[in-house]
């Protein structure tokens, strides 16, 4: 059986990092270790006065214990950290896991729409800089894109602008960026990937739904890494991530206003299940 390790928080409410990883990235058939970097009462994404219990110290102590019982995981995929010192601790947890065989995958997230989110500063992006360039692939929106590369962020740019972007995540240290929430026709919305090795660049996209729903990028991040894990190659890990992101952004449409905090996934994963088969 395949095994993933993620590393990132538990919003106990809301529905994003380990509460979306865990679930989504079982449901495609593989065993899903966690290691548990914060506990909040919600994510920080339109809740006020949550609560932050850091466990930045059991990171270190839990990757010992694993390391004494020789574990070996097939893929390993960060989500959200909450400061400097969890970037640098989960980048020694790399160089003590990470191996030839497996891979990395590393969603830096910090912001979205042009803006970070609650608690996060170019500090961080320095620090998170340096964890990208040890992935295989790292996923993040345009937001979090232009801040790795220090350009300012446009919503309003064509195909070669995605390219360019890519061109120059790559150039950053990892071979295979994956960039989420493209649309420079506003018809279609979907993700672009570059493998350098290759030089060649790789994209899906769907109907445009014009809604911003809280999560979507830990439900694609989640589904690309568990594609990946399975052996699928680029171009099908991006149309499964893609196509499932798109089926839980539908899906949760019939009831936004009680769904603000996040999408309905769980009514999809049966379809990711068919996805992967
Ligand atoms: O979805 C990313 C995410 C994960 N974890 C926490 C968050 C966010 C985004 O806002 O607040 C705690």
Redesign the pocket.
Known sequence: MRKVVTI??I?CF?K??LT?ALPVISAMGIETAVIPT?V?S????GFKN?TFRDLTDDIPAIAAHWKSLDLSFNAIYT??L?SKEQVRLVSDFFDSFGTEDNFIVVDP?MG?AGKF??GFNNDFVREMMKLCAKADYIIPNMTEASLLLGIPFTDDYDENYAKDVLRQLAGTGCPTPVLTGVHYDHDMQGAMAYDSKGDKFYSSFRNNIDHYI??T??IFSSAFTGAVALGKDLQSSLDISVNFTVDCIEATLPCLEEMWYGTCFELCLGKLIEYVK
């Open positions: 990132q928080d919003s809301g994003c990092s979306t914060a909040l919600t994510h920080t994404g949550y989500g959200y909450g997230v979205d989110y609650a809280h999560g990028g830990d």
